[in-house]
Structure formats: C-alpha cells, structure tokens
C-alpha cells in the first residue's frame, strides 16, 4: 500500500501551509458534466465553511491541453477530475499532494475519491427486480474502464437472482452517434422482452431511449432503462424522463476536500480508494412499470409504493384488491419472493434511508415520513442494515461531517 509521498519543495509547502491560513489549492477539472460540477460546487461548500483556500480553477475540456499557467504553479496542493493524460502528467509533475478524483484512477500514488460503482449497479439491479423483471441488460462504453466495473458489477447483482445479463457490443469504436444509436436499435430487437436494461450513464441511458424510438420498442412496457449520475437535464430532455441512480457528489467533493487539508498540514495518507455510496434510484417514467403477469399483484404493488410510508398495513392492501390473505401472500411470493408485510416494510426501509441520507431531518421525522414508530424504526433499521440510523447517516448522509475524529481515522 502506498501512503502519499512528496519530494523536498512539496514538505517544506506543507509545512508551510500549516503555518499559514490560505493554503494555495488547484482545481484542474473537465467540468462539461453536471456530476463534476456538482463536486466542484461541493468543494466550494467545504471551502467555505473550513477555509480560506486560495483556489486557482482550470476548467478543462476532455480532450483540451493542461493550461499553459500550471507547468510554473507553485501552490500547496491539487485535486483532479479528468481523463485526459497529458493533464495527469501535468499534475503528477508538480510533486504536491493530490487527491485524485478521476473516474479511472490516474493518479496511483494518491488518495482517490469515487463513486461506488459496485453499490450503484445493486441500486440499480434491486430497482429491477423489485419491479420483477427477468431479463437483464447493460448498455455501456468498453473505452472507460469506469463504465466496464458497473457492467460487472450489474451482471453480478442480477446473477445473485440467478439471472443472465446481455451486453451491448458495437460492431465497432463508433464515433458517429447516429451509427451507434443504430446499432443499439439492432441489438435491443434481439433482447427478449420485457427487459430491464442499466445504461453507464446518463447520456448513454439516453441514447438507448432514442434507439427505442426510432425501432418502435416501447418504453417501459418492453424496455425499462435506467441510467446513473442523475443529470437532470439529461433526464427531462430524453425522449421519455429517465430513470437514474442518484450519486452523491456533495459527500464524494467534502470527503476529497478534507483528505487534501489533512496532507497540507503533513499528514500522510494511504494511497487508497475512497468509495462514497450512491443515494437511490430518481424513479421516472423510462423504468416506471412493474414487470408482474398477475395483474392483482401489479395493482396491489403499486399501491404499497404509493402508499407505504403512510403507514398502511397489509388489510388496507386486502381492501384495495380483495382476495384471501392467504392467497394474496401466496401470490405476492410467486410473483416476487416476498409478503406483502415485507414489502411493504422494504419500501418503508429505503424510504428511510433516503431520508437519512439526502436531508437533515431528525430521527423522528424520518420515522413519521417512512411510516415507522420513532422507537421501532431504530430497531427494525440495525436489524436490517447492521447499524443504527444515526451510525447509517453518519457514514453515508450527504450532510454529514466527514471530517469528524472517527472518520479520520478511517484514512
């Protein structure tokens, strides 16, 4: 394991910087995607609130050169978003410490931040199976090795179901979108349908939603597509909303932020992954249907997702689609493994932990929000997760401190 290192002029910064109140930081980024900026507005949050920091930015396109100012930079230290190699070698060259925020980890010698692929893809496979689907796909980009690490990691999230995954392939490296939307087309006509289908990201997401239409697939009924970053201008602009699981680039920017304002001030860091987790799956109309044959089922499904954090209970199911306890059970297991009570407990579930992770709410709103009694959420919630909902929102809340004793240890 590697722990950050620097040559002599980057000590003598770093001890200068802990005698000082404005330490000089760069922010090289490619900032042409609404989940970068979202990181460099949440690094602004964290300056804001633990600086000053005097913070030269270089917005960078993907295929734009390192900016001309950086080669004679003299600061205290850097934190890089991009792919392009030659800005990598830029910043490697100065020799300060860095925290690496590529999605490919470019930089091997420093601490880097990211997202969760692996909890992503899970997200985004129990979207799926909840729904009931069978039939699984992923679209990505083989150039990124981002995009391949979701595509494993969805094929295994399905395969735990002991289902199959398809995976797109082009004929070859496209570059012209029309031809690629094409293809997708194609490949989409052999899938067997309904199939569920994860896309890399959100234009890719997009770009299968276009290809159904100009193959006349029908979007959900035959493909339900969800993508990830959740742009939400990407998501509105697609031909239907799509679908999306939601990262947390506020939580990803402070955990970076801090990691570099510990090795300014000498501290040396293991040169490890930082995985932030994911929120949840923004639920639009590309994946908003319940692939269940039994038509009772699918109505009584729909109606505990609208109407379980109201705290109903399995008899209000029974008297929105009356049947036999005994045989709604039957079928709800046949249908998707489950009861109605758990079902109706696990939307209550992730309702809380979306709850606990995207707002300040304290416990006993998220309790009354979700459906739960304040003492019985606390329970029910560590039975569940392992931890309590306050050690959950903790670790993973997008509000919380990351800088705390606790989690610095973890560095």
């Given at each position: 394991?590697?722990?950050?290192?620097?040559?002599?002029?980057?000590?003598?910064?770093?001890k200068?910087?802990?005698?000082?109140?404005?330490?000089?930081?760069?922010?090289?980024?490619?900032?042409?995607?609404?989940?970068?900026?979202?990181?460099?507005?949440?690094?602004?949050?964290?300056?804001?609130?633990?600086?000053?920091?005097?913070?030269?930015?270089a917005?960078?396109?993907?295929n734009?050169?390192?900016?001309?100012?950086?080669?004679h930079?003299r600061?205290d230290?850097?934190?890089?978003?991009?792919?392009?190699?030659?800005?990598?070698?830029?910043v490697?060259?100065?020799?300060v410490?860095?925290v690496?925020?590529?999605?490919?980890r470019?930089?091997?010698?420093?601490?880097?931040?990211?997202?969760?692929d692996?909890?992503?893809?899970?997200?985004?496979?129990r979207h799926?199976?909840?729904?009931?689907?069978?039939?699984?796909a992923?679209?990505?980009d083989?150039?990124?090795?981002w995009?391949?690490?979701?595509?494993?990691?969805?094929?295994e999230?399905?395969?735990?179901?002991?289902?199959?995954?398809?995976q797109?392939?082009?004929?070859?490296?496209?570059?012209?979108?029309?031809?690629l939307?094409e293809?997708?087309?194609?490949?989409?006509k052999?899938?067997?349908?309904?199939?569920?289908?994860?896309?890399?990201?959100?234009?890719?997401?997009?770009q299968?939603?276009?290809?159904c239409?100009?193959s006349?697939?029908?979007?959900?009924?035959?493909?339900?597509?969800?993508?990830?970053?959740?742009?939400?201008?990407?998501?509105?602009?697609?031909?239907?909303?799509?679908?999306?699981?939601?990262?947390?680039?506020?939580?990803?920017a402070?955990?970076?932020?801090?990691?570099?304002?510990?090795?300014m001030?000498?501290?040396?860091l293991?040169?490890?992954?930082?995985?932030i987790?994911?929120?949840?799956?923004?639920?639009?109309?590309?994946?908003?249907?319940?692939?269940?044959?039994?038509s009772?089922?699918a109505a009584?499904?729909?109606?505990?997702?609208e109407?379980?954090?109201?705290?109903?209970r399995?008899?209000?199911?029974?008297?929105?689609?009356?049947?036999?306890?005994r045989?709604?059970?039957?079928?709800?297991?046949?249908?998707?493994?489950?009861?109605?009570?758990e079902?109706i407990?696990?939307?209550?579930?992730?309702?809380?932990?979306?709850?606990?992770?995207?707002?300040?709410?304290?416990?006993?709103q998220?309790?009354?929000?979700?459906?739960?009694?304040?003492?019985y959420?606390?329970?029910?919630?560590?039975?569940h997760?392992?931890?309590?909902?306050?050690?959950?929102?903790?670790?993973?809340?997008?509000?919380?401190?990351?800088d705390?004793?606790?989690?610095?240890?973890?560095?």
């Amino acid at each position: 394991m590697h722990r950050h290192k620097f040559g002599s002029r980057a000590l003598a910064a770093s001890k200068a910087v802990a005698e000082m109140r404005s330490p000089r930081v760069a922010l090289v980024f490619e900032s042409n995607t609404a989940y970068s900026r979202q990181l460099l507005s949440g690094i602004g949050e964290y300056v804001r609130r633990e600086g000053p920091w005097t913070v030269s930015l270089a917005e960078l396109g993907p295929n734009d050169a390192p900016p001309v100012w950086l080669e004679h930079w003299r600061g205290d230290g850097i934190i890089l978003r991009g792919e392009s190699r030659r800005v990598v070698e830029s910043v490697r060259r100065l020799d300060v410490p860095s925290v690496d925020l590529t999605p490919s980890r470019l930089l091997s010698r420093a601490p880097w931040v990211k997202a969760d692929d692996a909890a992503a893809a899970r997200l985004a496979a129990r979207h799926f199976l909840d729904r009931g689907f069978v039939n699984f796909a992923f679209c990505g980009d083989d150039r990124f090795s981002w995009s391949m690490a979701r595509g494993e990691h969805f094929r295994e999230a399905v395969g735990v179901e002991s289902r199959s995954c398809a995976q797109f392939r082009p004929s070859a490296s496209v570059l012209d979108s029309n031809v690629l939307i094409e293809e997708i087309g194609s490949w989409l006509k052999t899938l067997p349908k309904p199939v569920a289908v994860l896309a890399c990201n959100d234009h890719r997401g997009q770009q299968v939603l276009e290809a159904c239409g100009r193959s006349n697939i029908a979007v959900p009924e035959q493909v339900a597509v969800v993508g990830v970053d959740n742009d939400e201008l990407i998501c509105a602009l697609s031909p239907l909303p799509l679908s999306s699981v939601m990262l947390n680039p506020q939580r990803t920017a402070r955990e970076a932020a801090t990691l570099l304002s510990r090795m300014m001030k000498g501290e040396a860091l293991p040169a490890v992954p930082h995985f932030i987790a994911p929120v949840g799956v923004a639920t639009r109309q590309s994946s908003d249907i319940l692939a269940v044959d039994d038509s009772k089922i699918a109505a009584a499904l729909r109606f505990i997702r609208e109407n379980a954090l109201r705290g109903i209970r399995v008899s209000d199911v029974l008297r929105h689609t009356p049947m036999a306890r005994r045989t709604l059970e039957m079928r709800f297991r046949k249908s998707i493994g489950r009861t109605p009570s758990e079902e109706i407990l696990r939307v209550r579930m992730d309702g809380a932990r979306e709850l606990l992770v995207g707002t300040t709410l304290s416990l006993s709103q998220v309790a009354e929000r979700s459906g739960f009694e304040a003492n019985y959420l606390s329970a029910v919630f560590k039975q569940h997760t392992g931890m309590t909902p306050r050690v959950y929102r903790e670790r993973y809340g997008r509000y919380s401190q990351l800088d705390s004793p606790a989690h610095a240890a973890q560095g």
